[in-house]
């Protein structure tokens, strides 16, 4: 069974610190990391994704992928009451572009 | 440029009732997918179709029929809705490598009583 695991939360942090987000699979085949961003009612909508051993920033966000470990991550720097949403880790990709995903970590940022 | 639209966006049902979710995407992608969310659980695939005329199933299918019309549409249907099957459905919808996102359509609640 192909699995993607993250901690439910709630993780709490005050606005302006660094949100770190951890997500681990089981799928050794999978190629791709992705990290989708929901609002509450809103569909998911992609913030990042990575394929290659070590890190990938994109403004304030920062994706960290460990294939030894079988780990991913994402850091969110000077977090924002905006970033408070639920974060979900997918993994997978190849041909059919197939991808499972983790159950999310809810993230509350404080102002 | 609409993406990825659904219908309904919500709808209500009696145990037994039948209906079926409408998926349409204008992105010329070849994969969709249809998802369901419970809190909790994620987003479990239902089924998938890499290409017009091909059908797949994912995680959960019970219960569930689809069918890819052509290129641009992808449809759910629940013969005999169950109270089960409240949850919320996305569509989404994937080109091929290298392009890697799933882009979700804004979602279906359903809820059956």
């Known amino acids: 069974q192909k699995e993607v695991e993250q901690n439910s939360g709630p993780l709490s942090v005050p606005e302006g610190a660094i949100a770190s987000l951890n997500c681990t699979y089981s799928?050794?085949?999978?190629?791709?990391f992705f990290w989708y961003r929901q609002y509450s009612g809103k569909s998911p909508e992609l913030i990042m994704f990575i394929y290659s051993n070590g890190d990938k920033e994109d403004g304030r966000f920062t994706a960290q992928l460990n294939k030894a470990s079988q780990y991913v991550s994402l850091l969110i720097r000077d977090s924002q009451p905006s970033d408070s949403a639920t974060y979900l880790c997918?993994?997978?990709?190849?041909?059919?572009?197939?991808?499972?995903f983790g159950k999310g970590t809810k993230l509350s940022v404080k102002p | 440029n609409a993406g990825v639209t659904q219908t309904p966006k919500f709808q209500v049902l009696k145990t037994g009732q039948s209906m079926t979710l409408q998926c349409a995407q204008d992105?010329?992608?070849?994969?969709m997918y249809w998802y369901r969310q419970d809190p909790g659980m994620g987003l479990r695939l239902i089924y998938y179709s890499a290409s017009e005329g091909t059908t797949d199933k994912g995680e959960v299918p019970n219960g569930y029929n689809v069918s890819r019309l052509n290129k641009r549409e992808f449809s759910l249907r629940l013969e005999s809705a169950a109270p089960s099957q409240t949850s919320v459905y996305f569509c989404?919808?994937?080109?091929?490598?290298?392009?890697?996102?799933?882009?979700f359509g804004p979602g279906t609640r359903l809820t059956v009583l």
């Open positions: 997918a993994g997978g990709g190849g041909s059919q572009g197939n991808l499972i």
């Open positions: 799928d050794r085949g999978s190629q791709s």
């Open positions: 992105m010329n992608h070849n994969s």
């Open positions: 989404a919808t994937w080109w091929a490598p290298p392009v890697n996102e799933q882009f």
